[in-house]
T-cell receptor
Framework: DAGVIQSPRHEVTEMGQEVTLRCKPI?????LFWYRQTMMRGLELLIYFNNNVPIDDSGMPEDRFSAKMPNASFSTLKIQPSEPRDSAVYFCASSLSLAAGNEQYFGPGTRLTVT | GENVEQHPSTLSVQEGDSAVIKCTYS??????FPWYKQELGKGPQLIIDIRSNVGEKKDQRIAVTLNKTAKHFSLHITETQPEDSAVYFCAASLDKIIFGKGTRLHILP
């Protein structure tokens, strides 16, 4: 398996623009997680899905952030409009299920820079 | 909700010596404690984990200990090697995983 796939790997955009980050989880995994990593805040859980259904979006910082999972093999994280403070590395991870003890497999991340 | 504190934030160790990273958690209901290693430019990767019904677990040069009463858990790396240089994250989980802020480990030649 190719692991969790994220695209793009790098994104540079201007403030106010819409940004869409994409994730393909490992085939057969039922749970998907979006994280944001910054030096100041570390690794923050933004939202997670189980069987394509959003379970907990309490980590989403603002209404400018939204996430969807239209099917088991694809998820998007959208920021509209983007701001410089959104600059971070965004990771997608997947696991077999939400049960404790299931390893989360992380993708390589998308480095977002908003100027 | 769960809160995970991790110390130190940076650790420099001479090659061959041991490294210890310590974490505390707040929710006594948490029952799964994974440790992740993140190398430069990559996503975190699970290296070892421990469940709440176990006090210690070892895998070659790495070991984890858990003290449920004190809500402490630690990562021990023995005979450190250059490839151990990375950022290490502890985490605690009941349903979702909550990560500590990370420890940047430098192995000095």
């Amino acid at each position: 398996d190719a692991g969790v796939i994220q695209s793009p790997r790098h994104e540079v955009t201007e403030m106010g623009q819409e940004v869409t980050l994409r994730c393909k989880p490992i085939s057969g995994h039922n749970s998907l997680f979006w994280y944001r990593q910054t030096m100041m805040r570390g690794l923050e859980l933004l939202i997670y899905f189980n069987n394509n259904v959003p379970i907990d979006d309490s980590g989403m910082p603002e209404d400018r952030f939204s996430a969807k999972m239209p099917n088991a093999s694809f998820s998007t994280l959208k920021i509209q409009p983007s701001e410089p403070r959104d600059s971070a590395v965004y990771f997608c991870a997947s696991s077999l299920s939400l049960a404790a003890g299931n390893e989360q497999y992380f993708g390589p991340g998308t480095r977002l820079t908003v100027t | 909700g769960e809160n995970v504190e991790q110390h130190p934030s940076t650790l420099s160790v001479q090659e061959g010596d041991s490294a210890v990273i310590k974490c505390t958690y707040s929710d006594s209901a948490s029952n799964y404690f994974p440790w992740y290693k993140q190398e430069l430019g990559k996503g975190p990767q699970l290296i070892i984990d421990i469940r709440s019904n176990v006090g210690e677990k070892k895998d070659q040069r790495i070991a984890v200990t858990l003290n449920k009463t004190a809500k402490h858990f630690s990562l021990h790396i023995t005979e450190t090697q250059p490839e151990d240089s990375a950022v290490y994250f502890c985490a605690a989980s009941l349903d979702k995983i909550i990560f500590g802020k990370g420890t940047r480990l430098h192995i000095l030649p």
